[in-house]
């Protein structure tokens, strides 16, 4: 299993940007996808997530601002990226909980890191 994530780069204070992430191998089910971030010196937190169901979570400082959906296969998620400010700065990383065709337990994936710098 693989998480490709594209899109990111730099952005205005006020823009907006979309990161997308795509999941491929062999993939029996997708319990969850989520978006993590990591700005320079703080910890990795989570930004916002889906589950199987389509029930959306959000961390308190994106809420209202960003957005994660999927697409109709549910193995692309994307999170567009509203009213950009320079504390959204950070490496973005793609995460997800799948069931792996020959195991038992569903299990984590993350996918590369994708920069966005937001400019004030």
């Known amino acids: 299993v693989q998480l490709q994530a594209s899109g990111g780069g730099l952005g205005q204070a006020g823009g907006s940007l979309r990161l997308s992430c795509a999941a491929s191998?062999?993939?029996?089910?997708?319990?969850?996808m989520a978006w993590y971030r990591q700005a320079p010196g703080k910890q990795r937190e989570l930004v916002a997530r889906i589950v199987s169901d389509g029930i959306t979570d959000y961390a308190d400082s994106v809420k209202g601002r960003f957005t994660i959906s999927r697409d109709d296969a549910g193995t692309t998620v994307s999170l567009q990226m509203n009213t950009l400010k320079a504390d959204d700065t950070a490496v973005y990383y793609c995460?997800?909980?799948?069931?792996?065709?020959?195991?038992?337990?569903?299990?984590?994936?993350w996918g590369q890191g994708t920069l966005v710098t937001v400019s004030s």
């Open positions: 191998g062999s993939i029996v089910r997708i319990d969850r």
């Open positions: 995460n997800a909980i799948i069931k792996r065709s020959g195991l038992i337990f569903s299990r984590e994936y």
